[in-house]
């Protein structure tokens, strides 16, 4: 009899799994997919750590939860900085002096201030005229408005407003202002996509880390706990469990799906040693059907742990997709309906006796990892050595 069973072998779980064995626990770690990792998980292809579920850039704030994943890896100084193609025109994410210069010419932060400014002003002029409202009463209604009352026009014409269209399968005037709250502008000349102090790239890819935390539990792939064949008799092999599977899965869905988006990958080997010179490009423009390509490679410099250059590329393009029951799920849709039911399975996951819910699926938020390994260090910091 294990102390604990461990629903999930992503990220959530194996720090658990991991803090579990040094307080003296004994653990078995489950996945229902053929490999440990979730999400995280890269595989190597031709050299080239590929990241299958999406491009995945460490980044955080919090020096102690930087100082532990660095004990699993060896962490390079990878830096976001992707380039945005609109119709053959490049420019610099996340929006700042480069990308002012390349779509009107500017070249000083009060030039580009102005320009953003003069155009989010005739917008919200025209319309509260049209709504015969004073300017002061403007709020805006949907996210076409909120993205022209923050960037103007021109920044969402190309570089917010298709792209976000493609993602979210709907308009920007039918999607709900709440998606973004805030479009972050730089009036510096910084790509940096991220304002973290800390920021890296595993070398040799995120399984090894997965792998590392694992050691010291018993591990079985390819084996889904809620398959009602196994259901009962792996509760029976541990006194606890931790779930980091869907919160409405272990439930059934008796009051219903939590909504997502999903995503598909169309990933492919080339002999060429360079496709696109950067590890992300988003594709703005709503004549490409894919949100992105990302060429993995970039993430490690195009170099093995030796330094030396990797021949061939490994490219993934990313199309967003509805989601339905049965297909992965990615971002979770914080929206009013998801948020009410998501609390009616919080309760009840909250009264279900000696079982704990954690990580991305079980909580249903949208988690960078950084927070997924510093609640579950938090959740274990509450469980006594043995
Ligand atoms: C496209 C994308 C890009 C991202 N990029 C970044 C990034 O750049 N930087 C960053 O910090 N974060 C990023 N994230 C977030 C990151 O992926 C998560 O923080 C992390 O993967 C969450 O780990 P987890 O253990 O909670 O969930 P998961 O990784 O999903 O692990 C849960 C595991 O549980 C398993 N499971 C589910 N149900 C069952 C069952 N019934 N039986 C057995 N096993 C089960 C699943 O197979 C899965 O392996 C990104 C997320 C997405 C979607």
């Not at 102390?3 to 229902?32: N, P, W």
């Not at 532990?68 to 990878?78: G, H, I, L, Q, S």
């Not at 805030?182 to 595993?202: E, H, K, M, S």
């Not at 070398?203 to 196994?230: A, C, H, N, W």
Request: glycine content about 8%; charged content about 25%; some cysteine.
């Amino acid at each position: 009899m294990y102390d604990y069973l461990i629903v999930g072998a992503g990220l959530y779980g194996a720090v658990c799994a991991h803090e579990l064995h040094k307080k003296g626990y004994s653990t078995l770690v489950i996945d229902r997919r053929g490999h440990i990792g979730g999400n995280i998980y890269t595989e190597q292809t031709g050299g080239i750590n590929v990241h299958k579920y999406g491009a995945h850039i460490f980044h955080t704030n919090d020096a102690s939860v930087w100082n532990y994943v660095n004990r699993f890896a060896v962490f390079n100084r990878y830096t976001n900085s992707p380039i945005a193609n609109y119709r053959g025109e490049l420019y610099s994410l996340p929006f700042n002096m480069y990308t002012f210069n390349r779509m009107w010419g500017v070249t000083t932060p009060d030039e580009a201030r102005a320009r953003i400014e003069e155009q989010r002003a005739d917008y919200i002029r025209e319309i509260t005229a049209r709504r015969g409202m004073s300017i002061s009463e403007f709020e805006p209604t949907n996210l076409e408005e909120q993205a022209i009352s923050l960037v103007g026009t021109d920044i969402y014409e190309k570089l917010v407003r298709d792209y976000t269209m493609k993602q979210w399968g709907r308009p920007c005037n039918e999607l709900p202002a709440f998606i973004i709250r805030r479009l972050p502008v730089r009036f510096t000349y910084d790509n940096n996509y991220f304002n973290a102090l800390y920021q890296g790239i595993p070398v040799g890819g995120y399984t090894q880390i997965i792998e590392k935390m694992l050691e010291g539990s018993d591990v079985r792939t390819d084996t889904d706990f809620l398959d009602p064949r196994y259901r009962s008799s792996l509760s029976s092999e541990a006194h606890n469990i931790i779930y980091t599977g869907p919160v409405d899965a272990y439930f059934g869905y008796d009051l219903g799906h939590l909504e997502y988006r999903s995503l598909r990958f169309e990933t492919e080997h080339l002999d060429t040693d360079n496709y696109q010179g950067n590890a992300v490009v988003n594709f703005t423009d709503s004549d490409t059907p894919y949100t992105r390509i990302i060429e993995h490679k970039w993430f490690e410099f195009g170099v093995d742990r030796n330094g030396q250059s990797i021949p061939g590329t490994v490219i993934s393009r990313e199309y967003s997709l509805e989601w339905q029951p049965g297909t992965e799920s990615y971002y979770p849709v914080n929206d009013e309906k998801n948020t009410a039911l998501y609390e009616q399975y919080r309760k009840r996951a909250d009264s279900e006796p000696n079982v704990h819910f954690g990580g991305r699926l079980s909580e249903y938020k949208y988690y960078d990892m950084d927070r997924v390994i510093a609640r579950a260090l938090d959740h274990i910091s509450s469980i006594p050595a043995r």
